[in-house]
């Protein structure tokens, strides 16, 4: 699912310039968490007149192989105050949340940063600068997130930026920001989700009760029936069967047949087998225990003698 809003951008792969510079990633993957968290840090920004009119924060992801794919699975706020003269960037406490992310077991490593303002400004080559630092040898990308949403639908739009530096002289400002695809990640677990958030909203709560639950079991009716259709069709004769259809299928379903009360039968048989197992692990258990307490006993009698 792509997050880009319509572009006339063309996207050009090019190689590095020197043979130390790594090449530019080519496809920038988020997770709707990050999305989420980037519009939660938004919505709590500082209201005062003399507010930044954006926020900022740190992505943390990893990288493929290659480096042409970036894959952004977490972000935090990273504070900053910035007017039409300056801007100041709280830099300590960005390194200091990587530091404790790391410390905590984080797989994740920094891959750029983000702001939540549609275009970008002279600062935000000054930002840029300072994450390319962070996330040497690789370069750094950018997020930027449109908040704002017409009553049309409109909005919200998600794309990615990674730099390239322009001119003759090294400057952290004298640079240029070239755009990247972005696409949405997620798993089919978190459809029905994103489903609910992205849906129209309901008049009443309880006006149909359940409607993600009630959703997903229709989800998954069809495609039973859809499963059912095919497979009654393959023995039919009339369509040719799949090898790999029928792995997944057998995978899925067992050997169970699809006649009859054969279907209870296999259900019972395997809850039975269950049943069976965990009573069995329990037994062994106990047999454990009981055999330690006995070997404990015998020592302190020996002790005792």
């Keep these: ?69 970036i894959d952004v699975r977490a972000c935090f706020a990273v504070p900053h105050k910035e007017d039409e003269q300056q801007i100041a960037v709280d830099m300590p406490f960005q390194q200091g949340m990587v530091q404790l ?25 000054l930002i840029q600068n300072y994450f390319t630092g962070e996330t040497a040898p690789y370069p750094s990308v950018h997020l930027t997130i449109d908040t704002e949403l017409d009553p049309s639908g409109k909005g919200l739009g998600v794309k990615g930026w ?12 004298n640079c240029v920001f070239l755009p990247v695809p972005v696409v949405i990640k997620y798993a089919e677990s978190e459809r029905a989700a994103l489903d609910l958030l992205t849906g129209p909203a309901q008049a009443s709560p309880a006006l149909p009760p359940l ?47 699809a006649t009859g009360n054969e279907d209870e039968g296999g259900v019972k048989a395997g809850l039975q087998d269950t049943l069976t197992v965990s009573y069995l692990s329990n037994l062994v258990r106990s047999q454990v225990e009981l055999a330690g307490r006995l ?9 005792a003698q």
């Design 211 to 257: 409607p993600a639950l009630s959703s997903s079991l229709s989800q998954l009716s069809t495609l039973i029936d859809q499963c059912l259709t095919y497979v009654q069709s393959v023995n039919a004769g009339s369509q040719t069967p799949d090898v790999e259809v029928g792995r997944y299928l057998l995978e899925g379903l067992g050997r169970w047949s």
């Design 1 to 69: 699912m792509s997050l880009d809003t319509s572009s006339s951008a063309i996207h050009l792969n090019l190689p590095p310039t020197s043979s130390s510079q790594l090449r530019a990633p080519n496809l920038i993957t988020v997770h709707p968490s990050v999305i989420a968290s980037i519009l939660t840090h938004h919505s709590r920004r500082p209201t005062e007149a003399d507010s930044s009119p954006r926020v900022i924060g740190t992505l943390m992801g990893t990288r493929s192989d290659n480096g042409q794919e």
């Design 295 to 303: 070997a404990l006993l015998q020592q302190q009698q020996q002790v």
């Design 101 to 125: 992310l790391a410390k905590n077991g984080a797989k994740e490593s920094i891959v750029g940063w983000y702001a939540t303002h549609p275009t970008l400004n002279p600062y935000s080559a």
């Design 162 to 173: 990674v730099s390239t530096s322009l001119g003759l002289s090294a400057k952290p400002e």
